[in-house]
């Protein structure tokens, strides 16, 4: 019996658990960077999101391929005049991000962990399901 | 395995020959019985060590992330299930060997 063969179904259920787990991590970043007008990198903050990327050949889990900045949701423009970040005409560039939609994203990928660890816990049964046989 | 040499032997009161002709014909033969049973339990052993590893390290706060602890103490718990199974299966075949009426 495979127990620790490479892509046992124990390192799948474990890899898609950490990228829910980063995914999850990203969409908190998001969330709590939805208000943010300085980064490093100067401007605002984009919303980031994760890559996944399959495994090789076979079954191997997921990995996590890059976690990169949204390019494609403009940045909002809201007028406030008395923000320090304010442009000439008042208005202040805001990261974007869309908290609706990232709460969303949060359901998704914690249901998805959820499923990654009900994988787990059913080959764990069903590995105990065989070995009743040995009585 | 052992039966062979005792069977075979002339004398079969001589159950010390029978052993001893067991251990000679390891090096030459295909890794016996004991082998198999041996490296399974090494490597069951070596679960175990990764598990209690991981734990520790978690527990110590050298590693933030419960997935490698929970990875290591499935396979380990999984691997010394079989384990323990297969041990009661050969204690009762043993059990058995012994029970038979000559």
Redesign the interface.
Known sequence: ?A??GVG?S??IA?SG??AQ?QRMQVIAENLANAHTTRTADGGPYRRREVVLRAGGDGPSGVTIETVRPDMENPLQRVRMPGHPDADADGYVTMPNVSIPSEMMNLVVASRAYQANAAV?KRY?DS??NA?EL?? | MAINPIAGGPNPVSGVSGIQGTQRAQPTAKPGFQDTLQTYMK?VDK?QHASSAAVKDLLSGKSE?V??A??AM??A???F??LV??R??MIEAYKQTLNMQV
């Open positions: 019996m127990v620790n046992s124990v390192d474990v658990l950490r787990s787990l764990q590995v105990d070995l040995l009585r | 490597n679960d992330d997935l490698p929970v990875a499935a396979k718990d999984m691997s299930k079989l199974g297969v009661n299966k």
